[in-house]
């Protein structure tokens, strides 16, 4: 399937999605609930299959996944297109395309780093690290320090799966909320 059929098929779910909800129930309580819930459940998922593989994705194809995650959030809150974009995400506590996808990474680099020593993925792994060559280690050195992360990649520190899950998701969610709140601020400058 090529780029503009998924892109299409996206964009059509999103407006059959946000029909059924505006003729149904939207304006009950839970409509509006029920509607995230499918954008997170069921559009996300389908967007970011296999992000945590994608390395050194364009400023061209991240445009795109933002674009979009706030069609969906405008065509669902029934906003105009000239709304912020920060303030599409920031009330429901949603975060940008590109930190969904840096959580992915980062949950890989966990992944990879605790399977067995003789796993092929092990190896990928230890070899990447090891030699600095580009992929996903290069990647997400550059994400443990820009979300301030404990480094498990160089450092002696580990975490069980869930701990880890948890730091990850709240570091991002930190640093996105700092960044909509000056992407807010620089809107209405």
Not at 43 to 70: C, G, M, R, Y
Not at 142 to 156: V, W
Not at 173 to 187: C, G, I, P, Q, Y
């Amino acid at each position: 399937m090529s780029e503009k059929q998924k892109y299409g098929k996206i964009f059509t779910s999103i407006i059959e999605f946000s029909s059924i909800l505006q003729d149904y129930r939207i304006d009950t309580l839970g409509g509006m609930k029920a509607g995230l819930d499918i954008i997170e459940l069921a559009l996300i998922p389908s967007l970011l299959h296999n992000a945590d593989t994608w390395f050194d994705i364009d400023f061209v194809a991240e445009n795109k996944l933002e674009s979009i995650q706030n069609t969906m959030f405008r065509y669902l809150f029934g906003v105009p297109l000239i709304t912020p974009k920060p303030i599409l995400r920031f009330d429901f506590g949603h975060l940008t395309m590109r930190e969904k996808v840096h959580i992915r990474k980062l949950n890989l680099l966990h992944h990879l780093k605790n399977l067995p020593s003789d796993s092929l993925g092990s190896e990928f792994y230890q070899l990447q690290a090891k030699v600095h060559l580009p992929g996903l280690i290069k990647e997400c050195r550059t994400l443990i320090r820009m979300y301030n992360l404990p480094d498990i990649i160089d450092g002696q520190q580990n975490f069980p799966k869930e701990k880890w899950k948890k730091l990850v998701k709240r570091a991002v969610r930190d640093v996105s909320e700092l960044n909509a709140k000056k992407e807010f601020e620089a809107t209405l400058n």
